[in-house]
């Protein structure tokens, strides 16, 4: 376990290295000179120079890659070209929110698609099988902004009861709450698009599990279906779920986007969206380096809690 | 169609171990007849050919203006001379969603095509190279995975004006990843078996066990993979066209039909949003429903 720990961890910094690198050349295949980009095209050659100079721009590749480290290490993501704020403060504000909205919609998710997934397992083969995933598997398939528009279409313009946009202004995570009717939509589109997941996941770890022979015991000792199926059946049929959930995190940030995009939550999504709309590049790549970590330390997370909950796994190799 | 049906279980009537081929022939018959009786890689196969012909053949039996823009025109409901209405710019919808759909599929299937080629070519590489050289690769890998795929998209396009070329170029850089680890998973397994090692003892090249033996043996997970590719590069165009990044005007594809989707819907234009939406929808689930069924063939078959 200690020897696949450090391979695991090992392999993970590799990894962030690898992505740093690349944030570091998307830095770099920009067109045109930062220099220009920030002080706008009217630059003389002298500011551009003493702009180069002051950033390091005229230094090496290597050196600029070292320097570009050791800022990204100290929490420097450089200056938003639009708000003309650090990077790092933009993403600091926004992260919490995020981490409200993603919670609540990963957890609405499961809350959903666990019951779900086993209720498929015990009927599996039925027709009432087939309904449960063919549902799911259209709205999986179906693209994000779908559900989106479908909801706005009946619950805001039909029937006036859900405001398709965040109220602007908001400052702090508490204030997400002082309109919760706007939180439910967002909410509710990034959740389907994750309840498909886990419920299918969840499906097919709790078929397997069900034609094991402890299951065949407990029933054979006569235990209610009841207990069956919490003490014994879901706690063995969650551990792959644990997995998904860190392997998810890359759908789940993708799905953020275009939701945050259309709702209009101040959110890292909506940040990048507008960012990438103004060629505010500074904070896209910022914010993609963060997300890299994230997904990163995501299935390492993964990893390890499927090593410590199942002491079945042995981490050979 | 009937006939090869006494091939199928091998020349000593042995179907092969372990979802191995025996020979090209062969494995692809035992493949694609289970193919055949799936009702849903079928049914998923016949709405793929439907489409084909709305988008291709379509133009040229409906001829309807889809360029220029026509303001007397404009936001019309659907009724006599607009099928599907026109939109805010008085195109014809109906028109407007053949030639938005041909960019979508040369899309899905040029990055299909070309990201499996390089993905399974370098997993089945990295593979057989294994020890250090296989873990710097796969590393390589790891981090193209690390960041989500549109999260890449989004920031280039915002970089360079797009084409559709580029894009293509764009979407299978981002997508062989995948391919490549299924595969390279695949080899590593491959490389212990018998008939690869009789192959090396018989004194193969590295080449030839390469095309001879790992790549038709990974044909079942890329054939799969390839499928769900198309699916997934026809989302990820219309989703960055509906964020207002994709490739700029005249250029169409279903997504930019739904970039004012919101606002169409408040304005009371419905028939300006569903037709893309329905379209979009049907095509990503009957590209996903082959790769499933396609899935379901290979998963059964490595498993017999």
């Known amino acids: 376990m200690t020897w696949f720990l450090v391979r695991r961890v090992g392999q993970s910094v590799a990894v962030i290295i690898g992505v740093m690198i690349l944030t570091f050349i998307l830095v770099h295949l920009e067109p045109g000179s930062t220099a220009k980009a920030v002080l706008g095209l009217k630059a003389t050659p002298a500011r551009i120079a003493l702009f180069n100079d002051t950033y390091g721009l005229n230094r090496p590749l290597p050196v600029q890659f070292w320097l570009y480290c050791d800022h990204v290490l100290h929490g420097n993501f450089g200056i938003s070209y639009v708000a003309g704020q650090p990077v790092s403060t933009l993403i600091a504000q926004r992260l919490p929110r995020d981490a409200v909205l993603l919670g609540i919609s990963t957890l609405l998710a499961l809350i959903i698609g666990i019951p779900m997934g086993v209720y498929q397992a015990m009927h599996h083969g039925t027709v009432r099988d087939d309904i449960v995933a063919g549902t799911w598997f259209t709205l999986y398939s179906a693209p994000d902004f779908m559900e989106a528009l479908l909801l706005i279409a009946v619950f805001s313009v039909h029937f006036h009861l859900l405001q398709p946009n965040f109220p602007g202004g908001i400052s702090s995570v508490g204030g997400l709450f002082t309109d919760p009717n706007a939180l439910i939509l967002p909410v509710v589109v990034l959740a389907i698009n994750s309840v498909a997941g886990f419920s299918q996941y969840m499906r097919s770890s709790a078929i397997e599990e069900l034609a094991q022979d402890y299951i065949r015991t407990a029933r054979a000792k006569g235990l209610a279906e009841r207990l069956i199926l919490t003490r014994h059946l879901l706690r063995n049929a969650l551990l792959p779920i644990i997995t998904i959930l860190g392997l998810s995190l890359p759908d789940i940030v993708a799905g953020a986007v275009i939701a945050e995009a259309i709702f209009n939550f101040p959110g890292m999504g909506l940040l990048f969206w507008q960012s990438a709309l103004a060629h505010d590049f500074p904070v896209m790549l910022g914010a993609t380096l963060i997300i890299g970590v994230a997904t990163v330390a995501g299935n390492l997370a993964a990893d390890i809690a499927y090593g410590v909950l199942d002491p079945r796994i042995r981490h050979a190799v | ?304």
Request: hydrophobic fraction near 50%; glycine fraction near 10%.
């Open chain 2, 1 to 304: 169609m009937q006939s090869d049906g006494a091939a199928v279980a091998g020349p000593l009537g042995i179907a092969p171990e372990g979802g191995e081929v025996t020979s090209r022939t062969d494995g692809k018959n035992l493949f694609w007849d289970d193919v055949r009786h799936s009702k849903r890689a079928v049914g998923g196969f016949a709405v793929v050919l439907l489409l084909v012909l709305f988008c291709f053949v379509g133009p040229l039996i409906y001829r309807a203006n889809t360029i220029a823009v026509n303001l007397n025109n404009a936001n019309l409901p659907p009724g006599s001379g607009h099928p599907l209405g026109t939109d805010e710019y008085g195109i014809d919808i109906l028109g407007r969603l053949m030639v938005g759909g041909q960019s979508s599929l040369e899309l899905g299937f040029a990055v299909a095509i070309a990201s499996t080629v390089i993905g399974a070519l370098y997993g089945a590489i990295s593979g057989m190279l294994g020890g250090v050289a296989d873990a710097f690769l796969m590393r390589i890998v790891d981090t193209l995975l690390a960041v989500p795929t549109f999260i890449l998209l989004i920031i280039v396009s915002s970089m360079f004006v797009l084409s559709l070329t580029t894009i293509i170029l764009l979407l299978t850089l981002l997508s062989w990843p995948y391919v490549c680890r299924l595969v390279r998973a695949q080899v590593l397994s491959l490389r212990t078996r018998e008939f690869v090692q009789a192959s090396t003892a018989m004194g193969s090249t590295r080449m030839r066990i390469l095309f001879r033996h790992m790549v038709p043996n990974t044909f079942n997970i890329f054939i799969v993979t390839a499928t769900f590719a198309v699916a997934d590069s026809i989302y990820a165009l219309s989703a960055l066209s509906f964020l207002g990044l994709g490739p700029p005007p005249p250029f169409a594809d279903w997504g930019t039909m739904l970039t004012d989707g919101v606002n169409d819907l408040f304005d009371g234009y419905p028939w300006e949003v569903y037709p893309a939406l329905i379209v979009l929808v049907i095509t990503v689930l009957a590209f996903r429903q082959i790769g499933d069924a396609l899935n379901d063939i290979a998963s059964a078959r490595s498993t017999r």
